[in-house]
Structures are given as structure tokens and as C-alpha cells.
């Protein structure tokens, strides 16, 4: 398998579950980031990865809680979401972090979730 | 305040003629800028990129085109493709190190056959 792939699609989940969405890369990268996209709106940026230590927490409120137990891994905990999480996440990933040398995120095909 | 601004939420272009994106952004610290494409239910992909040392840079039928002065920056498409029709977003960031990556609202392609 190659790219980035980012598992489950599609998640349902009511405002008291525990979830946690999963990402993977398959590019040998050092560098892994969360995004949020919502309608209309562009895209947000909410954790970055080096290594697996965190270097960027964009202000993300703390029912969001990712982890990184590897450079090919980056999950992202979901406890008491509330409706305005609905959105696309989108997992990336880049060879180092930034693009100052040419190095563009590659990203997965998101996960769809809906707050009931 | 956003950064990166695509003004146009949609563009409609006949197959073979040329595909203009525009991309305007406020942080003069913004060196280097990127464009990405983005089919429905897929993740975005790379499309072309331009550091700030240069005006433009092409690659085949891409080309973007930056005027740092009026802090612009445009993608061509020439000749348009049904395949082109996708959602573009124009990104930027600043150089050396960490830096955080700005995306565009993205602009919405169509090219009719």
C-alpha cells in the first residue's frame, strides 16, 4: 500500500462517544499533520508531528487529543464532541516539516465525521 | 483574518481553452506557495509550486505565475481537460524551519466538454 490512508471514511458518533480516527503513511516521512475542513471554509490546521513529538497545537480544544506512537502513525482521540465538529479531517504528510525545500503534504482522503 | 484568498468560489471554462485561478494573500512574510487540487470524496493532491525567488514556473500544461508586488499569484491551465474539473486551493508559507502552511477557501473548476 502507498500514500496516506486514513481509516474510517465515515464515522457517526453522538456527542458522549469515544472514538478515534487512525492515519498511516506509507512514504517513509517525518512530518504528519491533522486538518480540519468544514464548509466553505479553509483548510485548518490542528496538530503537526516531527518525529513524533508535536510541534504545532493550533488552539484545538482539548476534546481533540492526537497521537503519534511512530513516524508512520497519527491518530486523532475524540471524547464529547459537539455538533460544530462535523467535518472532513484530513491526515498529511511531508518528508520534514514546512515546505521551505520543496516538499509538499501529501494527504489522505479524510474522514467524514458527523456529530449526532 | 484569512491570509490566502481565492475570490472565486466557482469558474466555468470550455474544454481547450485556457483555465485562469487566482490567488491573492496579505502576509509578506509568505515565501514559498503551492496549489493543490482536490477531486470530490478524495484528499488533496500536489499540483505546481513557486518559491518566491522566481515569477513562474511551469509544468506541462500547469503553469503558476507570481507578482509578489501585488502580493498574486495565478495557475494556468492550458489547454483545459474534463479531468481538470476539481477544486483548486492555493497555499503559502513562510521559509526555514516550521512554518505553518495558509490554505485558500479553494476555487471550484468546471471544464465543460
Redo the contacts between chains.
Keep these: 500500500e502507498t500514500g496516506?490512508t486514513?481509516t474510517p471514511r465515515h464515522l457517526v458518533m453522538g456527542m458522549t462517544n469515544k472514538k478515534s480516527l487512525k492515519c498511516e503513511q506509507h512514504l517513509g516521512h517525518n512530518a504528519m499533520y491533522w486538518y480540519k475542513q468544514s464548509a466553505?471554509?479553509?483548510?485548518e490546521?490542528m496538530f503537526?508531528y516531527?518525529l513524533e513529538e508535536r510541534?504545532?497545537n493550533?488552539s484545538v480544544p482539548s476534546r481533540f487529543s492526537p497521537e503519534c506512537p511512530n513516524s508512520s502513525h497519527l491518530f486523532l482521540h475524540l471524547h464529547t464532541l459537539q455538533p460544530e465538529d462535523s467535518a472532513l479531517y484530513?491526515c498529511?504528510s511531508s518528508q520534514e516539516?514546512?515546505?521551505?525545500f520543496?516538499q509538499?503534504?501529501?494527504?489522505?482522503?479524510?474522514t467524514r465525521l458527523s456529530i449526532l | 483574518d484569512q491570509q490566502v484568498k481565492q475570490n472565486s468560489p466557482s469558474l466555468s471554462v470550455q474544454e481547450g481553452r485556457i483555465s485562469i485561478l487566482n490567488c491573492d494573500y496579505t502576509n509578506s512574510m509568505f515565501d514559498y506557495f503551492l496549489w493543490y487540487k482536490k477531486y470530490p470524496a478524495e484528499g488533496p493532491t500536489f499540483l505546481i509550486s513557486i518559491s518566491s525567488i522566481k515569477d513562474k514556473n511551469e509544468d506541462g500544461r500547469f503553469t503558476v505565475f507570481l507578482n509578489k508586488s501585488a502580493k498574486h499569484l495565478s495557475l494556468h491551465i492550458v489547454p483545459s481537460q474534463p479531468g481538470d474539473s476539481a477544486v483548486y486551493f492555493c497555499a503559502a508559507s513562510p521559509s526555514g524551519g516550521y512554518q505553518k502552511v495558509t490554505f485558500g477557501t479553494g476555487t471550484k473548476l468546471q471544464v465543460i466538454p
Aim: aromatic residues 4%; neutral net charge; without cysteine.
Design positions: 496516506v486514513q466553505k471554509k479553509p483548510l490546521l503537526v516531527s510541534v504545532e493550533n484530513l498529511a516539516v514546512g515546505t521551505a520543496g509538499p503534504q501529501h494527504f489522505g482522503d479524510g
